[in-house]
């Protein structure tokens, strides 16, 4: 986050915008500037401004919801939504403060979205991120068995595996492994799933093929478990 040293610049900036200041601009004599900010319920842009002469706050965004930050398990104020879940992509990524569309428009349709820097995620320390190759869970790509996952890589993946997914989370070629991957995949934990699921996957996704979505929601069906599935034309 950038902070203004010079008080009077500082207060311009605030009346533009309540989000997170990130990145200036200006011309040889600092005379004009362009600031763009990091907001939760404005995509964003860059503002043009002149410290000494200020500028009219913008509107504020329309219907969007704000994006608080939440330690553990604190969701206080909306227990009475129904809630969605949002796990960022990865491993080694992670979820940040700011404007996420997806989010906007289940916020939109009357659902509180969750979105937590799980296990794995990045920037917690080295700890933190490779703790997550202990566990796996059913996330926003799909993948629900973890040695499928795997060996079915396309060629282009492959030389990949070996430095990152064949160290921390396993090598299905090796029969030991393969079974504590099964052992951790969500699809060997379809019981655990009780409320009605809807997954979404791309048609044409060449690394999260479709069977690893479609055997869960055969799974869940089995058990008597309401699944809906939504498959898109992109990955």
Not at 89 to 110: C, E, I, K, M, V
Not at 111 to 126: D, H, I, P, W
């Amino acid at each position: 986050m950038i902070h203004a040293l010079d008080p009077h610049f500082a207060a311009v900036l605030e009346k533009l915008s309540d989000g997170d200041l990130a990145a200036l601009s200006s011309d040889e004599r600092g005379q004009r500037w362009v600031a763009a900010f990091t907001h939760d319920r404005d995509p964003g842009g860059h503002l043009p401004l002149r410290p000494h002469h200020g500028r009219e706050p913008p509107a504020p965004p329309g219907e969007a919801a704000p994006r608080p930050r939440v330690a553990g398990a604190d969701a206080t104020g909306v227990d009475h939504l129904p809630r969605r879940p949002d796990a960022a992509g990865g491993p080694w990524t992670r979820d940040s403060w700011g404007y996420h569309p997806a989010a906007q428009l289940s916020a939109n349709r009357g659902c509180a979205v969750l979105q937590v820097n799980f296990r794995g995620s990045t920037a917690y320390g080295k700890a933190f991120t490779r703790a997550v190759f202990a566990a796996a869970a059913v996330d926003v790509v799909g993948i629900s068995d973890l040695a499928n996952f795997v060996r079915g890589q396309p060629d282009f993946v492959k030389p990949m595996l070996a430095y990152n997914w064949f160290t921390y989370v396993g090598d299905p070629a090796d029969p030991e492994q393969e079974a504590d991957m099964l052992a951790r995949s969500p699809i060997s934990r379809v019981d655990r799933i009780r409320t009605p699921l809807m997954v979404v996957h791309g048609a044409n996704d060449a690394r999260v093929v479709l069977a690893e979505s479609d055997q869960l929601v055969e799974a869940l069906r089995v058990r008597g478990t309401k699944a809906t599935r939504s498959r898109t034309r992109r990955t």
